[in-house]
DNA sequence: ATAACTCTGTACCTTTCGGTACAGCGAGTC
DNA sequence: GACTCGCTGTACCGAAAGGTACAGAGTTAT
């Protein structure tokens, strides 16, 4: 029965390199290549082929976000769940030298394929920062648009870490947004 | 002596193609479709075919950038140059319904073949709206960080405006980093 | 020991990729 | 009318793309 422990094992793999590649820019020769899987394996364990790897990788990144990001900011006490956002956020992007796979599909041709996935990772990413915000004593539509600045400008930072080979944009980012939450709006 | 002006012509139809797609998922075929033109008459204007394209594409948009944004800020007066820059993106971007070919490029694989571009289209917009804001009576430290953010805050509202196929995401973003920008920092 | 089942390498398929070669068209020039 | 010269369509190329077929190795259960 080791079938699903090796196919978990080759997702995170193979998310590497849509990442780095993009969809389009992710060949199977490629894939193959860095997992050191042969076709034979990967269509055994996809059998729909490159989009269902795609579609695996996703489901892979949404669940550790909506587990470690998503989950503690609606259930957990606000605080201490944003803090935990940010210390998640920083060590998954690798302080900016990791990309963000979801935004990076988001701005390819890709998109319309994986629409309902890729929108909703960033949907219920606003929507769970906002509800975080509010249960700590924020009004609603300040939290809304502070959640969505916050999401934003994370995508944002990483797409400047990278254009400029310089991860150091990224942290000013997360420090900026970070004393942003910190100080609740004047209104 | 057509040939110059049909290049010139052609250069932004391209520049929606790789926008679309990427530059791997801009295929020539795509490219030809397109553009209505066939691929002798593609090598004809860019004998260095699709690499010199995505070149002359970027150029084409740095220097759209360069005359619209980037030389009104460094030599205008500050306010209005913010003003017209401001409308510049919002109009550029059509309102969040375009991305950003560079940005988009960045994410890619691509990024290491166009480095040199890149990067410097996004420092050159840091650098530029920094000048301004000095200009403009305020601290340099504070310059520097708020031209950054709003540079990098406009490409995370184009990423989530496409992401999630809501332009309002994009409205809402420029009109935050503007209020950002009209009010100097307190220090 | 054998049967069943999971996994893997190899060979092969079609399509599309980026790119090349080139003959010819049409609008100017002399 | 002949001659450029800028442009275009067509046919073609080898390589790589994504995908399939399948025999067999390795393990596990009986």
Known sequence: MRTLNERADVIPVIAEVFREYGFEGASLSRITETTGLGKGSLYHFFPGGKDEMARAVLAHVDGWFEREIYAPLRDDVPDAAIVRMWRGVDNYFRSGRRVCLV?????????DRFAAAIASYFTRWIAALRDALVRGGWPPAAA???????????????????ATADTAVFGRALARLQTRLREPPVM
Request: charged share 20%.
């Open 103 to 111: 935004g990076a599909f988001a701005l390819d041709g890709t998109r």
């Open 144 to 162: 809304a648009d502070s959640a969505e600045e916050v999401v934003l400008g994370i995508q944002g930072a990483l797409v400047l870490a990278r």
